[in-house]
């Protein structure tokens, strides 16, 4: 069979998915792991020919990915400045594994060796990313870079480092026997090792209804998307929610306005923070959001609510969090999604398509106690060497414009199809982040299974919504192919 080009490849899929060979990876894989979120049956075969949105599984069957390892390969498959620069065999070298399953080659026991490139021509250090980072960021100031290995981790630290900052004020403002009483009032104890710290000190944040924020306890905690991510486990007791795009919602509502002093001296903290379920201003570390919300349905920001929410923020001297993991790195058509609203975060939390967890502030937000935040992996070398062609490709290859311009003429095609099918409904989207509702989530279920078994790789969001995460740099044929699939399978959807 002749090896397939990008310039003329399309979907190929003999009989149903997945095929023989693909079930033995996934029954050998399947064998010691735990339960997550695979929607579907999808093998990635990397020693097999992958290109742009283009790839393939053990069977030989060829599929266009619409969700791109869920926004974690914003370049698609084997992008060559990619291969050449870092020397990996193949890309994306960190895939979505809780969501597909990876092969090499036909058959698990015998894998198939793969071919490394000579040499890496242009090899890239963390260094390198924290510049490159700031040069794409300059309407922030961002002069300050934590690597980590994942979105989760990256939320987590943006808001260790905001409640540090925000603890760190209190002490400068309060005396120390104010922040006791405090604690005293709220039954908050010492840690019973480290006799000089407590174990819980109340430093509040607001998060979004809907948000999604990643699985970790202390991101979990912020994320309140569906009930089956957070059931079953405990949560930081300091997070208030506040309505996602309501833009008459008094967020002052959420704080009890006076002075800490005036709460603590009156013996009402734990009046104001267990049974009025309030925040004291002067507690409040943060504020978090995204931009256009992922997990949660594919609910965009409304420019309005997003400003006052930033406004609330730095009026009550809480740091602003964007959290840019899904939204960031151009595939709103801007670098970071908020920009298209005008509003410069104080923290921005990264990952996926940048490959490496990243936190981005102003070193004056930062701890600068050594030890206050730290990581053993960082990211890793090979992910920020990655992460630099990554970003170089989307600058040189002016795929921030492309991510505009097709998630324009992508939307026209999806509200076209929408007008031939009444089941499709509210599309929607911000450069390359799209989205449309079915009537409910068995028709969503069944829309993303016709389409995996007619080769279009796309997610659910929401309680009926499904995702399209193409690749930055996908083309006008590559999108045309993609809502023919995408019609045929609603055509199946609708006779049920």
């Known amino acids: 069979m002749d090896r397939p080009h990008r310039e003329s490849a399309s979907v190929r899929v003999a009989g149903s998915l997945p095929g023989p060979r693909a079930q033995r990876w996934i029954a050998a894989f399947e064998a010691g792991s735990a339960p997550s979120t695979y929607v ?11 290109e742009g949105p283009f790839c393939g599984d053990p069977d030989g069957n060829i599929f266009l990915d619409c969700c791109t390892h869920v926004a974690s390969a914003p370049l698609g498959y084997n992008h060559p400045r990619i291969l050449t620069e870092c020397g990996v065999p193949f890309d994306p070298i960190k895939t979505a594994d809780h969501d597909f399953y990876l092969a090499v080659g036909p058959d698990p026991a ?48 943006a808001v260790k480092i905001a409640m540090h900052h925000c603890w760190q004020r209190l002490c400068q403002r309060w005396p120390a026997a104010l922040l006791e009483e405090l604690c005293r009032q709220l039954h908050l104890p010492w840690h019973p090792y480290l006799t000089e710290a407590r174990t819980n000190y109340p430093l509040f944040g607001i998060a979004m209804s809907g948000a999604f924020h990643g699985r970790t306890l202390g991101a979990l905690s912020l994320t309140n998307s569906r009930t089956v991510q957070r059931e079953g486990y405990a949560a930081i007791p300091w997070v208030r929610f506040a309505p996602y795009n309501d833009v008459a919602f008094d967020f002052d509502k959420l704080l009890d306005q006076r002075d800490l002093a005036a709460i603590v001296e009156a013996g009402e903290a734990a009046r104001v923070i267990y049974e009025q379920q309030k925040a004291p201003r002067d507690l409040l ?61 104080d923290i921005v939390a990264a990952a996926k398509g940048l490959r490496v967890g990243a936190v981005l502030s102003k070193r004056q937000h930062f701890p600068s106690q050594p030890g206050a935040i730290s990581s053993t992996w960082a990211g890793g070398p090979i992910a920020t060497a990655v992460a630099v062609s990554t970003l170089e490709v989307i600058e040189d290859e002016q795929l ?7 998630g324009q003429e992508a939307r026209s095609a999806l509200q076209a199809v929408a007008e031939r099918h009444a089941a499709m409904t509210n599309v929607r989207g911000l450069g390359l982040m799209l989205a449309f509702d079915l009537p409910g989530a068995a028709e969503r279920a069944a829309m993303v299974q016709a389409c995996f078994q007619r080769g279009l790789l796309l997610l659910g969001c929401g309680s009926r919504g499904v995702r399209l995460l193409p690749p930055l740099n996908l083309r006008p044929r590559e999108l045309r192919l993609a809502v023919t699939l995408l019609e045929d399978a609603l055509r199946d959807v609708e006779r049920g």
């Open 400 to 406: 921030m414009g492309n991510a505009e311009i097709l």
């Open 40 to 50: 579907y049956p999808f093998v990635w075969d990397v020693s097999e020919w992958a």
């Open 285 to 345: 570390a943060y504020v978090i959001a995204e931009p256009l919300q992922g997990e949660g349905g594919y609910i965009i920001g409304e420019t309005a609510f997003l400003r006052r929410l930033a406004d609330f923020a730095h009026r009550h001297e809480a740091l602003y969090i964007s959290d840019e993991v899904q939204t960031g790195l151009g595939r709103s058509g801007r670098f970071w999604a908020i920009e298209h609203h005008g509003v410069a975060a």
């Open 110 to 157: 015998r894998p198939r060796p793969l071919r490394l490139p000579a040499e890496a021509g242009r090899f890239r250090t963390a260094g390198h990313l924290q510049q490159k980072l700031f040069d794409l960021s300059r309407g922030f100031g961002f002069d300050t870079a934590f690597f980590v290995n994942s979105g989760a981790e990256a939320v987590e630290n």
